[in-house]
Structures are given as structure tokens and as C-alpha cells.
């Protein structure tokens, strides 16, 4: 029998509507109900996933035996050194190596053969020991390349310790900072690290500077507005340390010379709400990147690209102009030319502005459906430029391109061994109609010769402007070999086609980022490619997973979602929880706009679970995940169990591990053969 969740009910008021929540005593992580209960669904789980054992393995072993164990990176240039990762069969995690760099060519490299002189700079296999989790933060060498910033995390709670390592010696320094968030950045000269600090709610607010061998650490900056996060980064060219403080919405950066870290930052343009910009250095100039359009009625949605002097960085000159079909992602200064990554039609794409005089220009790819963008470019002077690669059949690549020859150079491809041909298989790009006539993106991929319609996994996310760009998987091929058709639809919310498809899913239009998905499910249903649909996200896109699960169950064979936004509106209503006042940007504020409340209350799964029959849904989660918090999708398997029919309804925790799930990579691989083997489950495919 599943378990059953003792109901407590809590009262809350907002706007004067008065709610009942009678699992709301789920959200307290220390009480020993709590733990018993989420033990008591695992067991649960467990039970009734126990005929899958058999096939959990077999994939298990179909992923790893696909999968080169003892692999290397390319190696990346940094200075004096060739910078590369690599791993080794039977562990869990990478292995972080430099060489001396002889040459503008990479080394080749053998995997299982080390390159004389090789420098391990941190192997995380040792790191970790025996710990069940296990994570790098931060791993930044200095300038001059002689002392290393890492950072770990040992619970999945995303608060890393910071320690520095002498390369010179491999000795450790006995500097070591506690409770600090990603990132990072070393002066020019290597004395000096500043990193970021988080506050309760999980938010990065705070900057310091710490000099080596120093107790005493500088607070440099301290954000207020709790909509704000903050980081910190060295320009490419080392000449400049880059504060940047942003909103959902909103920007503001400030620089200093990197020559002078006990110097003050310099603020670039005062925040303004809804202009967004970031900043790079290019010889005598700096690049800004921003949607501050003073001469456009609606803003430069899509972004231009502008130059300003470094004297007067608040004075910008158009580079590029706002393209309302091109939507600019970034840009990345060197010494001789200028990068511009941006997304057009729905795909990603490379722009080139040669410094010697040469018209700008783009660079083509063969494939009808791809994902491109640079990669690994940490050389200011350099005439090549390391892009990486993938489609839905092309495993990810990484390519040179030289910029005096306009050659492309494949450097690696990653191997998929087991006999993989990419021939064997096909991707498509299809176009559903949702309910206002918004034509949406579908990206499908398929063996050839496989029977159609077909049962079908239809992945989705649609928040934040993150695009979910067609991508190959290894654990993928597991579906498609066994006759599944595999798509990813890019529901607006997202950003594929650009700010607007973006702007056009959050806040008070956020109900078309589900509708979207629906009306792609039926799409391929009527164009006979599916049979049976599977609805897969994880994250925001498990609020998608819960929204569809509502409002049209009766397209799906079964959900899974993954660490999901289930219990948006109570969320979002408490600003004591992490992300959450970042999050109204995104959301909007329900705490203070009845408008708000009332809309997402008529989205938010948890609220809106009623006694119509559900298909099957398996939700996985994390105790220690700090950014969707594990109640929520607990509270939400208790009240489908409590008031709705169909199901099963399952809920597997990770009891020592945070939003990305398992840290090691075998573990991650069992955990997608479990997910795998009970979606197959859902259709009848078992072998």
C-alpha cells in the first residue's frame, strides 16, 4: 500500500482568500516525520518499481558500455600551460591536469596515457574519498599560473569551502573560506582573490577580497535589493575585474583595473529597471552588450552590441544594431577580433568581426538542427577560436576554427562506442500550432526504419529564457533503440526564439508556456508521429510537468518530473525562502498583486489537483536541493494520492544529495536507467 501522509491542516490568507494546507508541515526538513515519511515513499517506490530491476540493468550497462570511461578533454590554452580534465574507468569523478604548452596546437592525447610532464591539479576522485556527494564550486589558476582557487561542497547544498593550492609546490595553503557560492576571480598579479558570499535565503550578495595568507578578508561590495545576485570575473585580457550585480530584469556592472585590487570599482551606467548589459574588454575599448534601446519605442529586445571608451564607459556607440529576428547571447573580445553568439530561427550561430578591416561574417553548419557556441577560449591573443558542437545525432564536438584560414578543424568527437553511426538515426524539426496560432518549435530525433506513430518521451522546460537546444545523450539511444521517437518542445518561456518568446511565458502569460506544451503532444500525435506520450522536465520545467498533468492528462501515459516547481504559489508567497524575491521578476508577486495570486493559483499544481484521473507520474527529488526544495513535490504526491484517481503516483528522495542529483557519474547513470526503465514500463517495452 503507498503511504499515507497524516494530513495537519495550516491556514493561510492572502488577498482574502483563505487556504488549507494540510501537508505543509513537510516543509520542516529536521522533524523526524518528515524523514520517516520520505523513507516510508522511497520504500514504496521501491516496491513498485521491483519488476524493473532487470532492465534498470540492462541500461545501466547499455549506458556504460557506450561510454569511453577513461576519456580526455582537449586541451585548452591558458599561458604557459595546456589546461584539460580526464577521467578513468571504475571513478566516480574527473581528474583536472595541465601540461607545458609547446605551440600554438593542442597536445594529442591518448586516453589512458598520461603526457609526460602531466600536472594533476585536483583529482576529484581523491577529494571526494568516501563521501556519498560530492562537488567542485570554483577552480580558477592565477594569472601567473602558479596558485589554484577550488572551492567544495560535500552535502549538495551548493555552499562551497574555498581553499588555494601552491602549484609550484602542490602544498596547500592553510587559507580556507567557508560558505561561499560559484565563482570567483584572482587579480593580475595572483595576491588577491575576491569571491561571493550567500545570504539566508540562498542568495549571492556579498564580494570580498582575500589576500592570500590574510585572516582579515575586505568586504568590497554588499547588494541590498533582494532581487539582486552578484558575481565576479577577470576579463579575457586580465586587465580588468568585473562586479556585476543583476535582477531578472535588470543590470549593473562596475569595473577595476585588475593591477590595483585594493582600488575602487568604477559603477558603468546606474541600474535602470528592465535595462539589462554586460561588459567586456577589447584593447582600447570596452564591448557592451545590452537592450537599453533609446532608439527604439520598445527597447532593443533582441539586444545590440555597443563600444565605449575605457575613460567613459558610460557612453555607448552602436556596433551591432537590434535585430528584431536575432536575438545577440553574448560576446567574447580578443585581441584581433571580436565574437558574437546569437540565435536566429531558432538556432544558435557564430558572428565573427575580423579586426583587420574584413567585412563580418557567420560561420555555416551542415546540419539542419544544431547547437553551437564558444567554448574554452581563455587566450586574449589568439588567431583560433574553440567552439563546441552537437545536434540531436552528433555527439558533442569540439572544433578550432581558424581565423586565418577560415578553416574548421574537428580537434575531438566524443566517443559513443557499442557500433553508434549517426546514419542509423534522423532529426526533424516540426512546427505545432498552439491556441493563439503561435507557431512552436519541435525538435525530434529517430532511428530510421522505426515504426510510426511511436511511443514518444516529449521533453520540455520554458522558464528563464534557457533554451533547450537539440543536444545528443548517450542514455538517449536506450528509447530510441527500442522504437521510441524522442522530442523537445520549445515552449515559449524559453528563450529558442528569441526575448519576446521568452517574455511571452512568464508573469501573467506564463499559462502559454503549458498550452504550448500540450498542443505539441498532440501535434505529433496528429502527424502520426506518436502513439502514446510521455511528458519529461525537471526543475521549472517539473511546474510544466505538474501544469500539464492538470489541465490535459489525458495526452499523457505517464509524467515524470524531476526536482519540480510544484508548489509555485506557496513559494513564491514566502519570502524567506531561497530564490524567492529574485523570482517575481520571473513569476511576478503574488505576496502584494491580487492579479498575481489569482493567476497563479490557477496554475500552480499543488493548488490545483483535483479528482480526475491522472496518468502515472514519478517524482524525483533531492533532500539537500536548496533551489526547489524537496516538500514540494512531496506535499504534491500526498494530495494526488488524497483526491485523485488514476496514477500510481510515485516519489523517490535522494537522501544525501542537492538539485543536480547524484554527483558521480555512474551514480547519475543508474539513476537515469531507473527513470528510463519506468518510462519504457509505461508503454510496455521491457526488452
Known amino acids: 500500500m503507498p503511504p499515507v501522509a497524516k494530513k495537519v491542516p495550516a491556514e493561510r490568507t492572502h488577498h482574502g482568500d483563505t487556504v488549507v494546507d494540510e501537508y505543509a508541515w513537510l516543509f520542516k526538513k529536521d522533524d523526524p516525520d518528515t524523514i520517516s515519511h520520505l523513507e516510508a515513499e ?6 513498485m518499481t521491483g519488476h524493473l530491476k532487470k532492465l534498470q540493468e540492462t541500461i545501466f550497462q547499455e549506458i556504460k558500455g557506450r561510454t569511453l570511461e577513461t576519456d580526455l578533454s582537449v586541451p585548452t590554452r591558458k599561458g604557459a600551460w595546456w589546461y584539460y580534465s580526464r577521467t578513468e574507468e571504475g571513478k566516480q569523478y574527473g581528474i583536472q591536469c595541465r601540461v607545458a604548452a609547446d605551440g600554438d596546437s593542442p597536445p594529442e592525447l591518448t586516453p589512458g596515457e598520461p603526457l609526460p610532464g602531466e600536472q594533476v591539479l585536483l583529482d576529484g576522485n581523491e577529494l571526494a574519498g568516501d563521501s556519498p556527494f560530492f562537488s567542485i564550486g570554483t577552480s ?3 594569472p601567473d599560473g602558479t596558485m589554484l582557487a577550488y572551492s567544495t561542497d560535500f552535502t549538495g547544498d551548493e555552499r562551497f569551502t574555498l581553499r588555494f593550492k601552491d ?16 565563482g570567483g576571480a584572482w587579480s593580475a598579479d595572483g595576491s588577491t582573490f575576491f569571491y561571493t558570499t550567500i545570504d539566508e535565503a540562498w542568495r549571492p550578495y556579498r564580494i570580498y577580497r582575500h589576500t592570500l595568507g590574510s585572516d582579515d578578508d575586505v568586504l568590497v561590495y ?11 570575473a577577470l576579463t579575457r585580457s586580465q586587465r580588468y575585474l568585473v562586479l556585476s550585480a543583476g535582477s531578472k530584469i535588470t543590470s549593473e556592472v562596475r569595473v577595476l583595473d585588475a593591477s590595483d585590487p585594493t582600488g575602487e570599482f568604477a559603477i558603468v551606467r546606474p541600474r535602470h529597471t528592465g535595462v539589462e548589459y554586460g561588459l567586456d574588454h577589447a584593447g582600447d575599448r570596452f564591448l557592451i552588450l545590452h537592450n537599453d534601446g533609446i532608439l527604439h519605442n520598445d527597447g532593443a529586445v533582441n539586444f545590440e552590441l555597443a563600444t565605449a571608451p575605457l575613460d567613459d564607459p558610460a557612453t555607448w556607440t552602436t556596433l551591432i544594431e537590434h535585430r528584431d529576428d536575432t536575438r545577440l547571447l553574448d560576446v567574447d573580445a580578443f585581441k584581433d577580433h571580436v565574437v558574437v553568439h546569437f540565435r536566429r530561427d531558432g538556432l544558435t550561430g557564430i558572428r565573427i568581426l575580423p579586426g583587420d578591416g574584413r567585412e563580418p561574417y557567420e560561420i555555416s553548419f551542415p546540419e539542419p538542427i544544431y547547437d553551437v557556441a564558444p567554448s574554452g577560449n ?28 577560415d578553416e574548421l578543424i574537428l580537434l575531438k568527437r566524443k566517443v559513443v562506442l557499442g557500433g553508434y553511426d549517426p546514419d542509423d538515426y534522423e532529426q ?26 511511436a511511443p514518444t518521451l516529449l521533453y520540455g522546460y520554458g522558464s528563464y529564457e534557457t533554451s533547450i537546444d537539440p543536444y545528443f545523450s548517450v542514455a538517449r539511444l536506450s528509447l530510441l533503440d527500442r522504437g521510441f521517437v524522442f522530442a523537445v518542445a520549445h515552449v515559449r518561456g524559453g528563450g529558442e526564439m528569441g526575448r519576446r518568446w521568452y517574455e511571452d511565458g512568464k508573469l501573467t502569460r506564463k499559462k502559454n508556456t503549458f498550452t504550448d506544451f500540450v498542443a505539441c503532444a498532440r501535434h505529433l500525435k496528429a502527424e502520426g508521429w506518436a502513439g502514446e506520450v510521455i511528458a519529461r522536465g525537471g526543475s521549472a520545467g517539473g511546474l510544466l510537468m505538474g501544469a500539464v498533468a492538470n489541465i490535459a492528462p489525458q495526452e499523457f501515459a505517464g509524467v515524470v518530473a524531476e526536482v519540480p516547481f510544484v508548489d509555485a504559489l506557496n513559494t513564491i508567497l514566502d519570502p524567506s525562502l531561497p530564490l524567492t524575491v529574485i523570482e517575481w521578476d520571473e513569476w511576478g508577486d503574488p505576496l502584494h498583486d491580487p492579479e498575481v495570486y489569482a493567476y497563479m493559483k490557477a496554475y500552480s499544481p499543488y493548488e490545483n489537483v483535483d479528482g480526475r484521473p491522472y496518468p502515472p507520474i514519478l517524482a524525483i527529488t533531492s533532500l539537500n536541493d536548496t533551489r526547489v526544495l524537496y516538500h514540494e513535490p512531496a ?12 496514477g500510481p503516483f510515485l516519489l523517490k528522495t535522494e537522501m544525501g544529495a542537492g538539485h543536480g542529483g547524484r554527483s558521480g557519474r ?19 517495452v521491457t526488452e
Open 42 to 47: 522511497n520504500a514504496y517506490t521501491e516496491e
Open 140 to 142: 580558477a589558476v592565477s
Open 167 to 182: 602549484l609550484r609546490t602542490g602544498e596547500l595553503l592553510p587559507d580556507e573560506i567557508p560558505g561561499i557560492f560559484y
Open 222 to 232: 554588499q547588494e541590498d535589493d533582494e532581487r539582486f545576485w552578484v558575481g565576479i
Open 378 to 405: 581563455a587566450e586574449f591573443e589568439t588567431s583560433r577560436l574553440r567552439l563546441g558542437y552537437t545536434s540531436m545525432i552528433t555527439p558533442a564536438s569540439v572544433y578550432d576554427y581558424d581565423l586565418r584560414t
Open 428 to 453: 526533424f524539426r516540426e512546427w505545432a500550432t498552439a491556441d493563439d496560432g503561435t507557431k512552436v518549435p519541435i525538435s525530434i530525433v529517430v532511428k530510421k526504419g522505426a515504426d510510426r506513430p
Open 635 to 646: 506535499k504534491w504526491i500526498a494530495r494526488l494520492r488524497d483526491r485523485a484517481v488514476g
Open 666 to 684: 555512474y551514480d547519475a547513470w543508474r539513476e537515469e536507467a531507473f527513470a528510463l526503465s519506468w518510462i519504457l514500463d509505461r508503454v510496455g
